[in-house]
C-alpha cells in the first residue's frame, strides 16, 4: 500500500505524484520519523516498504531517498545537470565555511573550476600515474610504522593516508616520528564538519534564520560552536597553504597540485583564495575515508583468514619474496584486486553519501521530485541488494571474477563514490591508495587475532564518514626475507 507523504504534491502537476513514504505530522512533517542514527537502515527499510524511490518532507523540505543503483544512476548521473547542486547546511557551509570547500559547495561557474582543476590533476589514471611513486612510498613508510608499533597500526593508517593526501595536494612530507600537525588538524576538521552537518544535531540546521541569534541569547551555544569549529577550518587551510608558499620561494617546493597551479603564475587574490580552498577539499575529506577503508581491510583479513591465504599466495607467486608489490603488479594481481573490491563492498565508508539538490523540477517515473528539493543516496543498501550482489552478507572476493557462465558482479566503486556530477573526484587516488597499502601489507605481514583481544565485532560508526568499530590484531612480519623488505630503503 502506498503513503503519500509531500506536502510538495499540492503544487505537482496533474500526470504525476510524489514517491511514497511514511505519514508524517502535521507542520513537522516526518521530522520526528528521520533516523539519526545508521540512517541507511531505517532508509533500507522505508525502501523494502514503498519502494526503492521514497520520499520524507522535513518542514517543508522535500527529501527524496533512493535504494536502488540503476535509478540513482537514471537520475544523478544521466540528468546531472540539474541534480549536482549541495543543500545549504547554515551551521557548517555558511557559518563555518565548508561552503568554499568542494564538498558542500553551491553548483556553478566556481564549482566546475575546482572540478576541472582536480581531475586534470589526479582524476584519471593517466594523471594519477605522475603521483603512484609517492603512494609507493608512503605504503612502505607504513609498513616499517606497523613493524616498529604493531599496535598502533591504526595511528599508522590515519598518518598514512594523511600523508599521501597531504603529499598529492601541498607536497608537504608528514613527520616520521609523533602525530604530525596537519594530519591532526584535518581530522580535528573532519570531526567537526562530521558534528556540524548531523542530522538533527544542531536546530540552527533545520530552521536557518536561527543563526542570526546573538550568542549571549541563551541557548545559542551553536554560534560557540561556530566560531571554534571555524578556527580549525581556517588553520587547516591557511597553515599548510603558508609552506608551500614560502617552500616556492625557497626553490624547495615538491611537485603537488599547489605547486602546479602557485608556481610561476600571477594570481590575483580571487584566483589565489579558490587554489588554497581546493587544496584543503582535497586534504580534508580525502584522508578520513582512506583511513575507514584501510581499517576496515585490516579487520576483514582477521575475520577472513582464508581470503588473506589466497592473497598471500597469489602475491608470493607473481611477485616473489625479493621485491614489494608495486602498481605495475596490479593487473597481474586479480585476486587481490577482487579483495580490495569486497573490502569496499564489505565496508561502507559513505553510506548515505552525500545530498544533491535539484535546481529544476523532475518528473521521474511518474513521481514528481521540485526543484530544491534534496536527493539521497542509501549506497549502504546498494552495495548489499541481494538483487546486485549474491549472498550479499558473505564476505566473498571470487565475486568479482569472471567464471566460467558467470559474469563478475557488479564493481562497488561504481556506487562507492557516489553519483553524476559530484562524484567523488578522489577516486582514482583512493582506489590506488587501498590498493597499495593492502598489496604490500599482504606481502610481508601476517595479519591475524590479537592474543588478548580476540572478539572482533561486526559494527561500525554512525555518520557521514562510517569507520569500523574498534579493534585490535596481531601484525607480525612472515618470514625473515619478508622483514628485510620492510627495513629496506624506500625506493625512490
Ligand atoms: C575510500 C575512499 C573514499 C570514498 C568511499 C569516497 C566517497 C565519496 C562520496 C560518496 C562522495 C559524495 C559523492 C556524491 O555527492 O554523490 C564523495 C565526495 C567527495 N570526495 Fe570522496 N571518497 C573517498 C576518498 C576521497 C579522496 C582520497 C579524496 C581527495 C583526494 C576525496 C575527495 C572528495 C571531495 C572533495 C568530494 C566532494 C565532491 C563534490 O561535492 O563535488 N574523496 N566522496
Known sequence: MCHRTSLQSRNTPRYSTSSSGPYGTPFV????????????????DWGDKYGDMCSVNILGQQITIINSAKIAFDLLDKKG???SDRPVIPLAGEMIGWKNTLVLMPYGDRFRNFRRLAHSLFGSRT????????????????LKRVDKTPDDFQDHIVKTAGAIILR???GYRVKDEGADAFVTLANTAMEQFGQATAPGLFLVNSIP????????????????????YKQTLMRMTDEPFEVVKQELANGTAQHSLLSALLDGKTLDVREEFDVKWLAASLHSVGADTTVSAIYAFFKAMVLFPECQ?????????????????????????????????????????????????????DVHNGYFLPKGSLVL?????????????SNPWTFDPERFIAKEGKQPEMDPRDLMFGFGRRICPGRVLADASVWMTAAMSLAVFKIGRHPKYSHIDLDVTSGTISHPSHFKCSIEPRSQKALELILAD???
Open 29 to 44: 512533517g516526518n521530522l520526528l520519523d528521520m533516523p539519526y542514527f545508521k540512517a541507511w537502515i531505517k532508509y533500507a
Open 81 to 83: 545537470s540539474i541534480y
Open 127 to 142: 594523471s594519477m600515474a605522475s603521483f603512484e611513486p609517492l603512494v609507493e612510498i608512503e605504503s612502505h613508510r607504513f
Open 168 to 170: 598529492i595536494s601541498h
Open 209 to 228: 534564520l536561527l543563526r542570526y541569534v546573538p550568542s549571549w541569547f541563551p541557548g545559542a551555544g551553536f554560534q560557540h560552536t561556530a566560531k571554534f
Open 309 to 361: 591465504a589466497k592473497a598471500q599466495a597469489e602475491i608470493d607467486a607473481v611477485v616473489g619474496s625479493h621485491r614489494l608489490p608495486g602498481f605495475a603488479d596490479k593487473e597481474l594481481l586479480p585476486y587481490t584486486a577482487a579483495l580490495a573490491m569486497e573490502v569496499h563492498r564489505w565496508h561502507t565508508v559513505g553510506p548515505t553519501g552525500m545530498p544533491h539538490r535539484l535546481v529544476a523540477d
Open 377 to 389: 543516496t542509501n549506497i549502504w543498501k546498494m552495495t548489499h541488494d541481494p538483487r546486485v550482489y
Open 490 to 492: 624506500e625506493q625512490v
